[in-house]
């Protein structure tokens, strides 16, 4: 069984910065996309930034500029590293990543816990 561990929400006041990191446990043969997400009290999920396997990265246009989205190979880990943060950028995160979790088996889509990122004024 695969599942992913996220790591790095909090508090912090208004010009803040937070990392948060993603990394999947339990076997699997390669991990291809990932991406951040992120969902406001009674709002919908909405994607935040999306990674390839290559290194190239998009954003939501609500966060060009302040948050990047990286990635570590070898250890299999995303990261989104959030700085200038603002009180609407509170939202729970979610990690995505597209696993295989064998060498012939489709992509599946596997999501994160969620990790609580709260911006006070």
């Known amino acids: 069984q695969v599942q992913l561990v996220e790591s790095g929400g909090g508090w912090v006041q208004a010009g803040g910065s937070l990392r948060l990191s993603c990394v999947p446990s339990?076997?699997?043969?390669?991990?291809?996309?990932n991406a951040w997400y992120r969902q406001a009290p009674g709002e919908q999920r909405v994607l935040v930034a999306t990674?390839?396997?290559?290194?190239?990265?998009n954003y939501a246009d609500f966060v060009k500029g302040r948050f990047t989205i990286s990635r570590d190979n070898s250890k299999n880990t995303v990261y989104l590293h959030m700085s200038s943060l603002q009180p609407d950028d509170t939202a729970v995160y979610y990690c995505?990543?597209?696993?295989?979790?064998?060498?012939?088996?489709?992509?599946?889509?596997?999501w994160g816990q969620g990790t609580q990122v709260s911006v006070s004024s």
């Open positions: 995505n990543m597209k696993i295989r979790r064998r060498q012939n088996n489709p992509l599946l889509d596997y």
């Open positions: 339990g076997r699997f043969f390669s991990v291809a996309g």
């Open positions: 990674i390839n396997s290559d290194g190239a990265a």
